[in-house]
C-alpha cells in the first residue's frame, strides 16, 4: 500500500490557506490546511508530511515559535519547513526563519511555479525515504532468515557428526522447518 505523501499549510487567513491549495493541485501531494501554529503542532502528532509551508506571521503563536516547537520534536524535526510571509524582504526576518529551522524563506508575492518545483522536490525525497525503508525492512527479514536457515545447517551438522541412532532423522527434520520456515 502507498501512503500519499501530504503537505501541511499553516496561515491564519483562510484565503491564503485556499491560494496554497490551489498552487499545489495536480501535484502528487493531499494538502492539509490549519489556521494556526497550535493547530499545525496538534496534526503533526496525528500525520506525517513530506513539506510544511508556514507563515512566517500570525497571531498567538507565530511560525517561527511553531517551526522552533516542530525541530525540537524527534517525529518531526526532518521535515521540511517553506516559510511564507508577507512581510517586507527583511534579511533579519529571513535568517530568524534559517536559524529556527528552515529550508527556505519566500516573500510574497512570489512565483507559485517555484513553489510547486521546491514542493515537488520534497515531495519525490519523501517518497524516496519511504521506499528506502521498505527496502531496508526487507531486507533485514530476509537477513533473519539466513541467520536462521544458517543456524539450522549449522545444527543440523552438528547432529549428522554425532554417533547417535537417529541424528541423521533429527538433522533431516531440523533442515526440513527451516527450510519452511517453521520454528523449532
Known amino acids: 500500500m502507498t501512503q500519499t505523501a501530504k503537505a501541511l499549510l499553516v ?23 490549519v489556521e ?11 500525520d506525517d508530511f513530506a513539506v510544511i509551508l508556514l507563515d512566517a506571521q500570525m497571531p498567538d503563536m507565530d511560525g517561527f515559535e511553531t517551526a ?8 518531526t524535526r526532518h521535515v521540511p519547513i517553506i516559510f511564507l510571509t508577507a512581510a517586507d524582504k527583511d534579511a533579519q526576518l529571513a535568517l530568524r526563519g534559517y536559524a ?3 529550508v527556505d524563506y519566500l516573500t510574497k508575492p512570489f512565483d507559485p511555479w517555484v513553489l510547486r518545483a521546491k514542493v515537488s ?7 524516496k525515504t519511504r521506499q528506502l525503508a521498505a ?4 531486507v533485514r527479514e530476509r537477513e533473519t532468515q539466513w541467520r536462521t536457515l ?14 547417535g541412532p537417529d541424528a541423521c532423522d533429527r538433522a533431516v527434520d531440523l533442515l526440513e522447518q527451516a527450510r519452511w520456515g517453521n520454528t523449532r
Open 68 to 75: 522552533s516547537h516542530i525541530k525540537r520534536r524527534e517525529r
Open 11 to 33: 496561515d491564519d487567513r483562510r484565503e491564503n490557506l485556499m491560494a496554497l491549495e490551489a498552487i499545489l493541485q495536480g501535484l502528487p501531494v493531499q494538502s492539509v490546511a
Open 150 to 163: 544458517t543456524d539450522a545447517v549449522d545444527e543440523a551438522t552438528a547432529l549428522l557428526r554425532a554417533d
Open 121 to 127: 522536490v520534497f515531495v519525490e525525497l519523501w517518497v
Open 100 to 102: 529556527v529551522g528552515a
Open 36 to 46: 494556526s501554529g497550535e493547530a499545525a503542532l496538534k496534526q503533526l502528532l496525528v
Open 135 to 138: 527496502q531496508s525492512d526487507v
